[in-house]
């Protein structure tokens, strides 16, 4: 049987390009459009143009979506403004991580869930089910939905000069409605790059004249067309977690360093919290740390990280030559007494070792 992946709204923009496409959870995605390392720079330096829309946007609406929400997730949107935007997690009920999301307050009564492409479908199912006792409704609504980023150090500018409203002012992690080359377009000042960015939510039938506007805007100004591979390396040296490889459903939050966005002043508790209250008590048995390394071959996924004894102590969650940096960095779950930072290991690469330190998360951080 042929699997034939899902095409963006953008993706004649894409070919048009000549971008590399690649099958990135059933979407047909660009992974570059001409060097990877050019695109990573471009982010970094002025800004690049990224199409995110194989993302999921579910909408909570209802009187009590705010506590449904509370329940479903181990955040507390219900404290939330309306604008606000807030990084978090759907756990198991054993604390493991099905997905991390970002919530948006679009209303007192509407909310707007962005789940990781791979989940989308466990989300919903899960929403639909963690929901069903409050007076609320989950309605997926990804295919009528495309995602423009923009991201790096010009972004304000280009997305101020492209919208016709004045978000240039919002502030990060926050949410507006706008207009963009006559599209209505909601705004967000959120990424997953470790620059300043938006992330631009618009009908799939505007994609195209948005993609267009913020490309006259930004081409003057330094943007160019960005694939998954940069956004990759990019999220890599921000010290960013991916879903299915540094969070999966067997790694609770505090594991990976996410304790913080666990809240456990829920009135009616959440689905996970006697599993993640035990987790919090007992401290993590393992940790996710960062690993660099001033040899060239770079850690990989799945790699096994040694101490200096030669005893396997963890794994290689995501690593990669970093183009900012000039050497190979790593996220590993690693024991956590081989978790502080300045500790010498090692990563086992093709059965040869290659000395890591361990660092403090991120490996980038913009001076602003």
Request: hydrophobic share 40%; net charge negative; charged share 20%.
């Amino acid at each position: 049987m042929t699997h034939t992946s899902t095409p963006t709204a953008l993706h004649d923009v894409h070919t048009g390009l000549g971008a590399t496409l690649t099958d990135f959870a059933g979407w047909s995605m660009p992974l570059k459009y001409g060097s990877e390392t050019a695109e990573h720079h471009a982010v970094r330096n002025a800004a690049g143009i990224f199409d995110l829309s194989h993302m999921g946007e579910l909408e909570i609406r209802g009187s009590r979506a705010d506590r449904a929400l509370d329940y479903a997730l181990v955040g507390k949107p219900s404290d939330m403004r309306v604008g606000q935007a807030r990084y978090s997690m759907l756990v198991s009920s054993s604390g493991g991580i099905l997905d991390d999301v970002v919530v948006y307050r679009l209303g007192t009564e509407h909310f707007l869930v962005v789940a990781n492409a791979s989940n989308v479908s466990t989300v919903h199912a899960e929403l639909v089910e963690r929901v069903a006792d409050y007076a609320c409704e989950v309605h997926d609504a990804s295919t009528a939905w495309a995602l423009i980023a923009v991201q790096g150090p010009r972004s304000a500018g280009i997305v101020a000069d492209a919208a016709d409203d004045g978000v240039a002012t919002l502030r990060y992690y926050s949410i507006a409605r706008a207009s963009i080359h006559g599209q209505e377009a909601l705004v967000a000042r959120t990424g997953y790059t470790g620059e300043d960015g938006f992330e631009i939510y618009c009908p799939a039938t505007a994609a195209a004249d948005v993609w267009a506007r913020l490309t006259e805007v930004g081409t003057p100004r330094g943007m160019i067309p960005a694939g998954l591979a940069c956004r990759d390396s990019l999220r890599l040296e921000a010290g960013m977690p991916l879903y299915g490889k540094e969070l999966t459903v067997d790694v609770n939050p505090f594991e990976v360093g996410l304790g913080r966005v666990v809240r456990f002043d829920k009135e009616d508790g959440f689905v996970g919290d006697d599993a993640l209250a035990e987790a919090r008590d007992r401290g993590p048995v393992r940790q996710l740390v960062g690993l660099t390394s001033r040899g060239r071959r770079a850690p990989r996924t799945g790699y096994d990280v040694l101490a200096t004894t030669g005893e396997a102590v963890g794994q290689v969650t995501s690593g990669a030559p970093s183009p900012t940096l000039g050497h190979p960095v790593a996220m590993a779950l690693v024991d956590a007494r081989s978790a502080k930072p300045a500790t010498y290991l090692a990563v086992d690469i093709r059965g040869r070792t290659e000395p890591v330190e361990v660092v403090t998360l991120p490996f980038y951080k913009r001076a602003d």
